[in-house]
């Protein structure tokens, strides 16, 4: 569940949340005009910390950098899924990687334009949803993702069985979430968040509406075990989970995140897998 941004509401006419289901049609349309009227304000408030071309996983601050995830990058085609304004795809870039980064949102991709020019790494930017790739089987030698697209779909399987297709055999994909028990607190980085207020187990998903009760923003809840066993459909293996540990330190909220609820629970969740050989 997201952290509200008031001017986004307002320009989308969102009146409510209701408890009832969104197909895929529903949302990608949802999430498509939502960060289009939020990507001012998101990069307003988060764009310090994400940087331009810098590759964070997530607001613990794990940084590609540091981590490897990836692996050695340097020649590989690469393509990062949900990209907001692509500074992950600039990163890699500058480290020699060949990169496509996509998004849903125009107004996402305004920004990664923008950025493009102001930063002098150009890359390559698809509009698309990552439950419908336009991209050839086989075609990259990695996949990429930090809290993009993949919590937006209506059904993650079909992004990971998406994401199998356009790898080549052995190749990784790594993407980060929220992580699924984070569902069952209130969205809120207080001590109000510290208490259970619904089911893990209620995949109902979280669904903003308009007086029409068009949808104008939607989030879908799975559990650790959901990933799992769409990671194992797709042909993918997982090799790790990891759940970053709040840094001593970092003070930073960002949503939903938070110190005092960074040092009891987690909030990201980032799966490393890859296509089998």
Not at 11 to 30: H, M, N, P, W, Y
Not at 45 to 72: I, M, S, Y
Not at 121 to 128: E, F, G, K, M, R
Not at 163 to 182: E, K, N, Q
Request: hydrophobic share 40%; with cysteine.
């Amino acid at each position: 569940m997201h952290n509200q941004h008031v001017s986004a509401e307002a320009t989308l006419g969102t009146t409510g949340i209701v408890q009832r289901g969104a197909d895929a049609a529903e949302s990608r349309a949802a999430n498509r005009i939502w960060w289009d009227a939020d990507a001012d304000d998101y990069h307003a408030t988060h764009g310090e910390f994400l940087g331009k071309a810098d590759f964070v996983w997530c607001p613990e601050g794990v940084r590609e950098e540091n981590v490897k995830f990836l692996g050695n990058v340097a020649g590989q085609r690469i393509l990062e899924v949900g990209c907001g304004s692509a500074p992950c795809a600039r990163w890699l870039t500058k480290q020699n990687a060949k990169v496509v980064a996509f998004d849903i949102s125009a107004g996402m991709l305004r920004h990664a334009r923008a950025h493009n020019a102001e930063t002098g790494v150009s890359v390559p930017l698809v509009q698309a949803s990552a439950d419908q790739l336009p991209f050839a089987d086989n075609s990259f030698d990695a996949a990429c993702s930090a809290f993009g697209a993949v919590p937006f779909v209506a059904d993650s399987g079909v992004v990971m069985t998406e994401v199998a297709r356009v790898l080549r055999p052995g190749a990784p994909w790594v993407f980060a979430v929220t992580h699924p028990m984070r569902w069952i607190f209130p969205d809120d980085p207080g001590p109000n968040g510290l208490t259970v207020t619904q089911s893990y187990f209620d995949r109902t998903p979280y669904v903003e509406v308009d007086d029409d009760g068009r949808a104008t923003y939607v989030e879908h809840h799975r559990t650790l075990g959901d990933y799992v066993r769409q990671l194992h459909a797709a042909g993918l293996e997982l090799i790790d989970l990891v759940e970053p540990e709040w840094p001593a330190g970092h003070t930073r909220n960002w949503g939903q995140w938070s110190p005092l609820r960074g040092k009891l629970f987690p909030g990201t969740a980032i799966f490393r897998t890859r296509r089998r050989p």
